[in-house]
């Protein structure tokens, strides 16, 4: 029999991930839970993540909690709501992923239209600062605490057409970067940023629609670097 801290490294730890339903967030989570995470789903509507439910008992996985969450239209409150429910149910949590992105189109930005662009902002910037924020006091409650941003290499180098999402990515680097200097002396959560890398996913597909995707690394090639990040020895 395996050592169980070495098969389930993630055992006994409560992870909450974002965009949970496809692409790179359901690939995180379903490698979580394969090494013992209890994972909160998190994304738009239940019925997207009532196959990864399923996919994870299926696989003798711990029982998953779903967490519905519009990150375009929920406002503070909402974000704060959402914490308490994860809270009433656990009490903690060990792990908080965000990889959930939109990004609608490329455009230049003399083209770019105001309304899309605060959309964008929103969904990849505003909300995970308040999903953040709001689940602080559950991240201060675990001994060790990992909080996990996606970034992208348009957010560290500016990349002609990509706009918005640019921005928010830039922003979620300082995001990430103002977190790690404030919590590093005074909690035991670890910051860290991940660029992924160019995946096959459904919103490169959407941008780049001539690409051939099975050229492009799956999202499960991406994992490990957040798994690595999620156990106690990620710091």
Known sequence: MGDASRDRPLRDRIVLVTGAAEGLGRAVALGAAARGATLVLCDRRQLD?????DAIESAGGAEPAILPL????????????????????????????????????LSRIDDYDAGEWERVLRINLTAP????????????ASPDAALVFTSDRVGRTGRAYWGAFAAAKFGIEGLAQ??????????????????????????????????DPMSLPTPESAVPRYLELLTPQGS
């Open 178 to 211: 103002v977190l790690a200097e404030e919590l590093g002396g005074s909690s035991a959560i670890r910051v860290a940023c991940i660029d992924p890398g160019v995946l096959r996913t459904g919103l490169r597909a959407r941008l780049y629609p001539g690409e």
């Open 129 to 140: 600062f308040l999903l953040t924020q709001a689940c602080l006091p559950l991240l201060r």
């Open 49 to 53: 993540l009532e196959p990864l439910y």
């Open 70 to 105: 519009d990150l375009e239209s929920t406002d503070p409150d909402g974000f704060g709501t959402a914490a308490d429910l994860v809270g009433d149910h656990f009490g903690r949590l060990d792990g908080l992923v965000h990889c959930a992105a939109f990004a609608p189109f």
